[in-house]
């Protein structure tokens, strides 16, 4: 899954596995997984962040309802991987907005989709 990403064996794995979690726990309403960022580019050096981007369906509500259930289920794992130097920055967003700022040219989506890596995109 990460096969590009520049980060420890063990860390890879954890990432990995922290990321598997949250596609089982949100398939009914994932609408993508990506990576974006320095990790997506091959580009991550000590220090980095994983910036990992999680589109919804639904609205607002739907996003936070989103990190509430990855929280409650993986927040240890997340604490984890950050004690162990794995910053994991999430963006959860609902589709309809993403779409929304994409169309309005906002700066951030456009940049994501210039190098984003997608890691699951639902049906």
Known sequence: MLEKVALKLELKRGVEVFLSGVISLLKDVLVEL?????????????????????????????????????????????????AEGCLLELTIICEDEWRSMIERGFSFPMNVEEDKIVLYRGS
């Open 34 to 82: 990506s990576l974006y960022g320095s990790a997506a580019r091959g580009e991550m050096h000590e220090g980095s962040d994983v910036d990992v981007l999680v589109i919804v369906k639904g609205g607002r509500g739907d996003a936070l309802r989103a990190l509430e259930k990855i929280y409650d289920s993986l927040g240890e794992l997340w604490v984890d991987l950050v």
